[in-house]
């Protein structure tokens, strides 16, 4: 009699299978195998099969269980007698068996025999034994008991095999026999991605195979991942093993020449730099001090050099270091990252996260995989700048602790700062270099106001110099009051100097505590008198935009006029020097103008009204433009007065698209605002309208803060319902990254609310994400059950969009569950309803899954068909996750590998890991049946290390399926059998129909003789 638990659980007497038909008694035969001959009481097999809410009936039911399992393992005991496999020991019973009949027993054994031989220098002897005890692993320990997958004691054997995969691998790496180890080293890398350990051990198998390019991969992907998942850097044996194929000057073979492996993805090269600041004048020291830290940076490269440029408002440190920065581009081949961190804007001072997000993004890396946490976005940053030569600029910095995560790790970059404050901390703690930026010297004043104004300065030399102590020496005054010199002709210098004398005298007079800054707003308000009244309230109100800046329907809409009048003050205001042109159509202000004109405002008490309509405007727009973009779903979106100020032209999809992407820092900074200051509404219907764009365009980061604001102020406002639909936003978002647990604890509190207010169409949406959820992770039963209940409640509220989404997501679910012919019929009922209501994206998910059932039913004119009709409406409708999808079926059907590099390029861009792993998979069983079984292999490891991540069971399946087959082609068949076995019961789990064809597979080896390892 045999048993075996390393795996599904399973007896033999002799060579004939004992039928364990019921999941109890295996799981009570598995639990007392596990224990190793040591007895198991009745309240620990309680505790294992049912938790803390037992049957009253548990202690029966256990010792039925035991009953049968003696009548199918001791079919020779007389009735009543002692049982010498399963005595009663106590309350509880034990296995009492010999280590050659229990796999568990004889895999332990062969351990402690191999690590003798190993201990009695006998490697090779060593390596047998330990690839023999690993060799009794038929899957997962007790794999058909889901029941026990959390067991400690099932959970602790999964490590011990881990633990010897480790030690085998090891062995064979020293002997150099990495060919024979390295399917199970892969295999064991991919089921714990974050274990550095075993990724080193790859590593290093990898380079003694000769596979350096893979080595290498191998370690990026992992540094990675880690400071992804976890915000750290590669520990010591990790950067060891990198290390040491560094040293190794050997050449990875050659790719095979059938299909030409696609190159690596190119890294982008950021050029973020404004533009040069035209008329800049002198500052030659500075310049010069700012080069030879480069220069000293090029001939020690050991730490990062960091120039704290410092001084103070208006002396031109940006200036200064945007030209400098122009001019040293050639240095820094990798790119330049800029970012203003505003950090003395009253309202909204960039936070480091958000600037780390723009940096990644800017890096390469696509905003869902951009992490949450900020110490993890600077892990991510500082690994992406490894190795690379860049040039940041942090202009406008408040303080260290703002600048500490925005800091690189690698001595090539360089960064750069500006800000008002000496910045002690980052001088003392991270070796900053300062360089003060005096005021501008008398005579480089003097050339700058004589660039600017001409003749009259050479004409009335005294005015002149007047007018550069007037302005206290600071270029952004001198460059304001030129332009009021310039605009008035007639005027003599002198003269205008005595009017900014008078206007610096009325300051002061209201200024008792003598601000050293009371010059420089003389010349401010010296220049804002002159302005027409029209002009002047323009600027003022310019000052209240909570965002980084604003175009032309945006200012009209503050200032109440058309766009030809609101572009024609913003070019005086411009043409003054008190905005700033930052593109076309675009204006910002500095943030000293930007403070004088809020000082202004309040002062009148002319912003709020004009606040109104600026956030009513761009509340109207946003709800156009998405309207526009995904017209089925507008009787969703409230209704908004039209402004009676111009709009954008966002009625086709590309203007719509364009003026969302321009807005998008514009729109999450109008969220925060309008949380925070009063306007909770508004908060909470920009978001709530901008979802499909934010999730379809990979913008979590900014999804991100907009529903952190607008949940918050939903609940400030008790408003139950919002709160329910921002939550299901958070949760479908969370599902797009493979966050299900956490999207599944949202959608429960989602629907509490919903229920709790009454708002069916909020239940309805957050029970079909719920769904949604249960049908990822193999829930199937669960999912339909959902999505029925989620059906009931669109129809009753009359929501046929809705209707239509979930009748094609039961369509999916039965789909999985290889009932083709209801799937069908349920995803061709989704696609009349999407046709009638003019819902072309809805129609576009529901053909792909048509095309899916058409190709496991073998029709592939069909399932090409349906791939291609949705193909078209995705790309005219500009839907990126549902071109991928289409482009995964069509490569998939037709084994084009085209097809695929491109569905998995745009589902990485989007950050969407469950597309990612579907089409990793349909690469590998694509590359395998086109004779390429090892880059079908690197496919299906990579899917099986993302589904084990998610949890996606499926796909999980569906990788280690491939896997098996890649092993049977290469001659493998041990690897294949413990493949198919793994796949047959992550399938079976789920209630895949997949499971039963796998089993047939399985069957058909034994019964033609051939071991199943």
Known sequence: MRIQVLGPVRAWLGDVPVELTSAGRRAVLGLLAIAGGQPLGQAELIDALWGDRPPPSAPNIIQTHVKHLRRLLEPGRASRSHSALLPRVGDGYALRVSPDNLDLLRFRRLLAEAATAQQGGDPQGAAGLYAEALERWQGAPLMDVPLLAGHPKVVALAEERHAALGRYGELMITLGAVAEALPILEEAAAAQPLDEAGQARLIR????????????????????????????????????????????????????????????????????????????????????????????????????????????????????????????????????????????????????????????????????????????????????????????????????????????????????????????????????????????????????????????????????????????????????????????????????????????????????????????????????????????????????????????????????????EAAELLEVLARAHLVQHTGADRFTLHDLLRAYAVNLCEEIGDGSAALDRLFDATLFTATEAMDTLYPAEQHRRARVTRPRTPVPPVGDVGGAQAWLDRERANLVAMVGHAATHGRPA????????????????????????????????????????????????????????????????????????????????????????????????????????????????????????????????????????????????????????????????????????????????????????????????????????????????????????????????????????????????SLGEVLTTTGQPERGREEHLRALTLATETGDRYEEGRAHAGLARVAEMLGDPETADRHRTLAWSRYAEIGAPEAEEIRSIIDRRQASGTPHR
Not at 374 to 402: P, T
Not at 547 to 557: E, I, K, L, Q, S
Not at 721 to 736: G, H, K, S
Request: proline content about 5%.
């Open 205 to 564: 198998a990898y380079a003694v195979a000769g596979r350096r390019a893979k080595a290498f991969a191998t370690f990026h992907d992992t540094r990675r991942r880690l400071a992804d998942e976890l915000g750290v850097d590669p520990g010591h044996a990790l950067s060891a093993a990198h290390e040491a194929v560094l040293r190794d000057p050997g050449e990875p073979p050659a790719v095979p020449a059938a299909t030409p492996k696609p190159p690596a993805p190119v890294r982008p090269t950021p050029a973020q730099l404004p533009a040069d600041v035209p008329g800049f004048t002198g500052r030659d020291e500075e310049l010069a001090a700012l080069d030879r830290l480069v220069t000293e940076n090029d001939e020690q490269l050991t730490a990062v050099v960091i120039a704290a440029v410092s001084g103070m408002a208006g002396v031109g440190k940006t200036a200064l270091v945007v030209r400098w920065a122009h001019r040293a581009r050639s240095r820094f081949p990798d790119g330049q990252l800029y970012v203003n961190l505003r950090g003395y804007d009253t309202e909204q001072p960039m936070t480091a996260e958000d600037a780390l997000a723009g940096f990644l993004r800017a890096l390469g890396m696509s905003g869902p995989d951009i992490p949450s946490a900020r110490d993890e976005r600077a892990a991510a940053y500082r690994s992406l700048l490894d190795g690379r030569r860049v040039l940041i600029v942090l202009d406008n910095a408040a303080s260290a602790d703002q600048l500490r995560p925005l800091l690189p790790g690698t001595p090539a970059c360089a960064v750069v700062i500006t800000s008002r404050d000496t910045l002690p901390g980052l001088v003392a703690r991270h070796g900053a270099r300062r360089l003060v930026v005096p005021l501008l010297p008398r005579d480089e004043a003097l050339i700058l106001i004589t660039r600017l104004i001409g003749d009259r300065v050479r004409d009335d030399a005294p005015a002149a110099d007047d007018l550069i102590g007037r302005c206290a020496r600071l270029p952004l005054a001198l460059r304001v009051a030129a332009e009021l010199a310039i605009g008035r002709p007639e005027a003599t210098l002198r003269g205008l100097v005595t009017e900014l004398a008078d206007e610096d005298r009325r300051l002061k007079l209201l200024n008792a505590g003598g601000d050293p800054q009371t010059g420089v707003r003389a010349v401010f308000s010296w220049s804002y008198r002159q302005l027409s009244p029209a002009a002047a309230r323009a600027f003022r109100l310019l000052g209240l935009t909570p965002g980084p800046d604003v175009a032309g329907h945006a200012a009209a809409a503050l200032l109440d006029t058309g766009v030809t």
């Open 682 to 921: 508004h908060a909470v219907h920009l978001t709530l309208i901008l979802l499909r764009y934010l999730e379809s365009g990979g913008h979590y980061p900014e999804a991100v803060v907009m529903h952190e604001h607008a949940v918050r102020a939903a609940q400030l406002s008790d408003d139950a319902a919002a709160e329910a639909r921002l939550l299901t936003n958070v949760a479908v978002m969370d599902v797009q990254q493979g966050h299900y647990e956490q999207a599944d604890a949202l959608l429960r509190r989602a629907v509490e609310l919903a229920r709790g207010c009454g708002d069916h169409a909020a239940e309805a949406r957050a029970l079909g994400n719920l769904g949604h959820v249960d049908q990822w992770q193999g829930r199937y039963d669960e999912a339909a059950e959902r999505l029925q209940e989620a059906l009931a409640l669109c129809r009753l509220t009359g929501d046929q969009a809705a209707e239509a989404r979930a009748v094609g997501n039961l369509g999916q679910v039965y789909r999985r569950q290889g009932r083709d012919e209801q799937a069908a019929a349920y995803l061709s009922e989704s696609v009349r309803i999407c046709r009638r209501i003019g819902d072309p994206v809805g129609e576009g998910y529901a053909q792909v899954s048509l095309g899916d059932v058409a190709a496991r039913q073998r029709d592939t004119r069909r399932a090409v068909r349906c791939h291609r009709e949705a193909l078209a409406i995705f790309r005219r409708t500009n839907e990126r996750a549902g071109t991928a999808l289409a482009l995964d079926g069509l490569g998939t059907v037709t084994h084009d590998v085209v097809f695929l590099r491109e569905a998995l390029e745009i589902f990485q861009q989007l950050g969407e890991r469950a597309g990612e792993t579907r089409v990793s998979n």
